[in-house]
């Protein structure tokens, strides 16, 4: 685990909740991670687990009603998130922090050519004027590789390609040189040979910034391709928390062995994916103990009665699971888990 003198951002205990009609959904409940310097982290996990909701917790861009952070601290470079006004926040959204959407169609203002889109961000956080602001967005459009950026700048979002407007979100997450940038399923709308290379592009430039990456996504390919370290996330808490190299090389979580047993593998020749059988469970109504143990092949009462720790084991990775403790006695248990 990171020391804490590399530590640029620790979420502690985080607990984000939404109040509505159909009750309260306690949609992150208890997160707790820490990102180093220079380092990408990767938070995995089904949709519906509470990843973007952890993301946009850390930028205070929660919707307000319904959604309020209700417990926790995020310390970034030691100072509490969670206490800042809005005016404080402003100041370190997209300058300090930034963040790329999952659809840049939808994150992109359809009435503005990209450059403005740009050179905005640069004139709120930088100051600058409005001819340098526009010489720096068309600079940027050229450091994450579209061709042509003079011409590209005058376009709107429609006119250009997926894999471009996923640069132009790049360029313009990139263009304070934030400390850390969050990249929320940065590659979903996009086919392979394109995610291929904005996942090349976005090391380029992390490594030539010093940045700090949080990478939020399903797919554990692009975990293996970009992580340094890996949350896995189930129903708003970490249930393992590790190495990207531990994890593939070791998964504990019954949760992650499951996402691992549902990849193709080209050394063996299968006819059908094991699936992880069931669903995540409504955030309106959790279960009371592990919340994986409706799903899962190992589950005992002890599971279904009581949510275990996150606790660490010897080779410095962190499990939530009950397998891993002195309680556990798996061979004088019932075994109730329904695995539907």
Request: with cysteine; glycine share 8%; hydrophobic share 40%.
């Amino acid at each position: 685990m990171p020391k804490q003198q590399d530590v640029i951002l620790e979420v502690r205990n985080l607990q984000t909740h939404f109040f509505t009609e159909d009750g309260v959904s306690k949609a992150v409940d208890g997160v707790d991670f820490s990102l180093n310097k220079g380092e990408t982290l990767g938070l995995v996990g089904e949709s519906g687990c509470g990843k973007s909701i952890t993301s946009l917790s850390i930028l205070r861009l929660i919707a307000s009603p319904p959604g309020k952070i209700v417990g926790g601290e995020i310390l970034f470079k030691g100072q509490n998130l969670v206490t800042k006004s809005e005016a404080e926040m402003r100041a370190i959204r997209g300058n300090e922090i930034s963040m790329i959407f999952q659809e840049p169609m939808t994150s992109l203002n359809p009435v503005y050519t990209v450059g403005e889109q740009i050179a905005e961000v640069l004139r709120l956080h930088q100051n600058m004027g409005r001819k340098e602001a526009w010489d720096k967005a068309v600079d940027m459009l050229r450091l994450v590789g579209i061709p042509s950026p003079e011409k590209r700048a005058t376009q709107e979002p429609h006119e250009l390609s997926g894999g471009m407007r996923q640069r132009v979100m790049i360029a313009m997450a990139l263009a304070c040189r934030p400390e850390i940038l969050i990249a929320d399923e940065p590659t979903t709308a996009l086919d392979v040979t394109i995610q291929a290379q904005i996942l090349e592009l976005m090391k380029k430039l992390q490594v030539e910034m010093g940045m700090s990456t949080i990478m939020i996504t399903h797919d554990l390919g692009v975990v293996a391709e970009t992580c340094d370290r890996v949350a896995v996330m189930y129903a708003g808490k970490v249930v393992e928390y590790t190495t990207a190299k531990n994890l593939f090389a070791s998964p504990k979580h019954p949760y992650t062995v499951g996402l691992m047993n549902s990849l193709p593998r080209l050394d063996e020749d299968v006819e059908e994916l094991q699936a992880i059988k069931g669903n995540v469970p409504s955030p309106f109504n959790m279960p009371q103990g592990c919340r994986f143990a409706p799903r899962c092949p190992h589950a005992t009462q002890l599971c279904h009665d009581k949510l275990p720790e996150l606790l660490l084991q010897e080779d410095d990775s962190k499990v939530r699971c009950w397998i891993y403790t002195p309680e556990w006695d798996g061979a004088n248990q019932t075994v109730t888990g329904t695995g539907v």
